[in-house]
């Protein structure tokens, strides 16, 4: 197999794994950055609650919009150093044009940036290249009519610190349950495609010839219509092999002794030196030349008219009439020779049957010639075609020796003759004429002639499927 070609390959597997794995996957991604967002809400929630708390103590303690400020007033804030606060928090307090007035910092703006008393503005921020969390509330002094702003601003690392520890709970389990997921997953599929595995082993370790029928009964259900597809496969594939070997069988057992024979003139007439026993033995080759040619050409059609030996693809409607009379036409030479009366009764009536023109005429030929090596000088021979109410019959009629009840039923099998008929032949004419007419879904039946003389030969096919109405 061509590399290349092989790359391309998708094995189920992988492709149910592919189409599995990736929708986890992608719910996990989207897990995780909803977890992400939700986390940093929930984490800045309580976190800002508490800033803007001890925003309003500070505001408290220096007394702001309470008439007697105390902007000199020392306050203690967290500076970070200690390890239940790691955090740092500086604050400033300015006019409304943003000027500082007090505080640890410098983080003033004007007023036209600032929220209000009960509605502070929070916002984010970066300070000495450590990222921070700022809240601003405005106090009224009613006596002196001013605005003071107060600006604090608190570093984030308890907030960074409890974000990554919400993430590492929500993501982890899930990345460990996506991992037992797909371990779950590979296994499942190992188990689930073991009867396919099974099935190829039972293919591979089959004996060369061996078409029996795979055992579906352990397969899954979505998987038996496949196996069932693979079993009638498996039985037109035996009928083919069987014809086959049928007719290498036929081959060999009918063309050991018209070859033998052959030989034995050949070698005959190459030692003779009388011209005249020379030319007989020639005569003799000729005579088995035409034999065997006859046997051959029956053995193919006998193999191309066997149960598997060719499909009904190629049927098409014919006009059974005029293929009767054409046939019948070919064989009035034939039958003059012997001052046969050959005849042909057409239908009057729609002739069209569903087959194969060449086989079809394969088995006419069978019947008449037939007919004419058994009906004795000045006997009459009568080719039909007439309609019925349950479809087209083909019929050919003589008025020979007949042929016993006993033997009916035997003489289309094959190589089967009677003895004492006083005829050469290899016993496949009304053998092939059954192939042909069973591939055709015909009926063939063999009865006595008019007044119970002769012998009458008829096939009734079918009617042609009718179309549905549109």
Same mark, same amino acid.
């Given at each position: ?39 940093? /809400? ?63 910092? /410098? ?9 209000? #008393?009960?509605?502070? +503005? ?26 003071? !702003? ?10 960074? &610190? ?31 495609? %073991?009867? +396919?595995? #099974?099935?190829?082993? *039972? ?15 352990? &397969?899954?259900? *979505? ?7 693979? /079993?009638? +496969? ?25 070859? &033998? ?11 003779? /030196? ?28 006998? &193999? #191309? ?16 009439? !005029? ?26 009536? %729609?002739? @069209?049957?569903? $087959?194969? %023109? ?34 087209? @019959?083909?019929?050919? @009629? ?9 033997? #009916?039923?035997?003489?289309? @099998? ?7 008929? $006083? ?5 496949? $004419?009304?053998?092939?004429? %059954? ?28 009617? +042609?499927?009718? *179309?549905?109405?549109?």
């Amino acid at each position: 197999m061509n590399p290349e070609i092989e790359d391309n390959v998708l094995s189920l597997r992988t492709h149910l794994i592919n189409w599995l794995l990736t929708p986890l996957f992608v719910l996990w991604l989207f897990s995780t950055i909803a977890g992400y967002v939700a986390t940093l /809400n929930y984490a800045n929630k309580p976190y800002d609650e508490v800033l803007l708390q001890r925003a309003q103590a500070v505001g408290a303690q220096l007394r702001l919009g309470g008439g007697h400020e105390r902007l000199d007033f020392d306050l203690q804030l967290p500076d970070g150093e200690s390890l239940a606060t790691p955090d740092r928090v500086f604050y400033t307090v300015s006019d409304s044009d943003g000027k500082k007035l007090a505080g640890n910092a /410098n983080l003033g703006r004007p007023l036209s940036h600032r929220g209000g #008393r009960i509605n502070p +503005l929070f916002s984010n921020g970066e300070r000495d290249g450590f990222k921070t969390r700022n809240v601003s509330l405005v106090f009224y002094n009613p006596d002196s009519k001013k605005l003071y !702003q107060l600006s604090m601003s608190e570093t984030i690392h308890q907030r960074q &610190a409890l974000i990554r520890g919400i993430l590492a709970n929500i993501v982890i389990p899930q990345l460990l349950l996506i991992m037992i997921a797909v371990a779950a997953i590979w296994f499942a599929l190992k188990q689930g495609l %073991a009867p +396919l595995e #099974r099935l190829r082993q *039972e293919v591979i370790n089959r004996k060369r010839g061996d078409l029996s029928r795979l055992d579906s009964s352990k &397969a899954p259900e *979505e998987v038996r219509p496949l196996i069932n597809a693979v /079993n009638d +496969l498996l039985e037109r594939l035996k009928l083919v092999m069987q014809a086959q070997q049928r007719f290498v069988a036929d081959a060999a057992h009918q063309l050991r002794t018209p070859f &033998a024979g052959l030989k034995a003139q050949s070698e005959l007439a190459l030692r003779e /030196n009388n011209p005249e026993s020379r030319q007989h033995a020639l005569e003799h080759i000729l005579t088995s030349t035409q034999h065997g040619i006859r046997l051959v050409n029956q053995l193919l059609a006998l &193999a #191309r008219n066997e149960p598997g030996g060719q499909d009904t693809g190629n049927f098409a409607a014919l006009n059974l009439n !005029q293929l009767a009379q054409e046939c019948t036409i070919n064989w009035v030479q034939m039958a003059l020779l012997k001052n046969i009366d050959l005849g042909y009764e057409g239908a009057s009536g %729609a002739t @069209e049957v569903q $087959g194969d %023109a060449s086989s079809l005429t394969e088995m006419l030929n069978n019947l008449i010639d037939n007919a004419v090596r058994y009906t004795p000088e000045g006997g009459h021979i009568t080719v039909a075609v007439a309609s019925t109410k349950t479809g087209t @019959e083909l019929s050919v @009629e003589d008025n020979g020796p007949g042929i016993d009840p006993q033997h #009916r039923e035997r003489v289309f @099998e094959r190589f089967y003759r009677i003895l004492g008929s $006083g005829q050469s032949g290899s016993g496949l $004419g009304l053998a092939i004429v %059954a192939e042909v007419a069973k591939r055709h879904h015909a009926e063939f039946k063999l009865d006595a002639g008019q007044d119970g003389k002769g012998t009458r030969f008829s096939v009734h096919f079918p009617p +042609l499927p009718t *179309e549905p109405a549109a």
